[in-house]
């Protein structure tokens, strides 16, 4: 059965993943002010995915015959620092997020509700792809050291997400 406790704790992850589209979104008017057009790209493509991990719960939730409740989301950041620093906090952000995930299935466990279990293995899998491509971006700025031509071509690369 859906617990009051997995729909109140749905709710919040909502607002976990609007709070992540906001974050992502700041970052990339960060990227946009530096002239950083392909890591703005990069980053409102990644905005999107979190908004669409928001309404996946919102459907799920009304699916259980539950009730959404949207709540305030915090401002985020407005300066972020280097590239390095950037895809530093974005890793750091999805490891944050996938505690919340795994805090989510735990309690799903204890309140015996299967159906959430099966839904949250996508968010599950989800959280490796998010943690990965942060953690492989992040060894590419190492590797460009802060030197302008290799920053300029990682933006371009970046700018090729979203289509
Ligand atoms: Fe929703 O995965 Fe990132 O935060």
């Not at 749905?10 to 970052?27: D, G, P, R, V, W």
């Not at 906090?89 to 735990?106: K, P, S, W």
């Not at 971006?137 to 700018?159: E, T, Y």
Request: no cysteine.
């Amino acid at each position: 059965m859906f617990s009051k406790a997995v729909q109140d704790a749905m709710n919040e992850q909502i607002k976990n993943e609007l709070y992540s589209a906001y974050l992502y979104l700041a970052m990339a008017a960060h990227f946009e002010a530096e002239n950083f057009a392909g890591s703005a790209r990069w980053m409102r493509a990644q905005a999107g995915e979190e908004q669409e991990h928001a309404m996946k719960l919102f459907d799920f939730v009304n699916e259980r015959g539950g009730r959404v409740v949207l709540q305030a989301i915090d401002a985020p950041p407005v300066e972020f620092g280097s590239h390095l620093s950037v895809f530093e906090q974005t890793l750091a952000h999805e490891q944050l997020v996938t505690g919340m995930i795994d805090n989510l299935y735990a309690l799903a466990l204890k309140e015996n509700d299967y159906a959430s279990q099966g839904f949250l293995q996508w968010y599950i899998k989800e959280q490796v792809e998010e943690e990965a491509s942060a953690t492989k971006i992040l060894g590419q700025l190492k590797m460009v050291d802060g030197k302008a031509q290799g920053l300029l071509m990682l933006d371009s690369v970046l700018g090729r997400r979203g289509g």
